[in-house]
């Protein structure tokens, strides 16, 4: 599914979370710019990068 993405010239103003949504029967990882609206991407919680892998 194609998405429409904005670039920003500058990302000092991001405020990026993260945090497990739990809330389903599948849970999902999900990751957000809080600073702006509609920037956010998930996956499910077993697709989701070990971040102690990546070291």
Do not use: F, K, N
Not at 36 to 48: G, I, K, M, P, Y
């Amino acid at each position: 599914m194609p998405q429409e993405h904005t670039p920003v010239a500058d990302g000092s103003d991001a405020e990026v979370m993260a945090s497990i949504d739990a809330s389903s029967s599948s849970p999902s990882y999900i990751i957000a710019d809080i600073s702006r609206d509609d920037a956010w991407l998930s996956v499910s919680e077993t697709d989701a990068p070990v971040l102690a892998e990546w070291c």
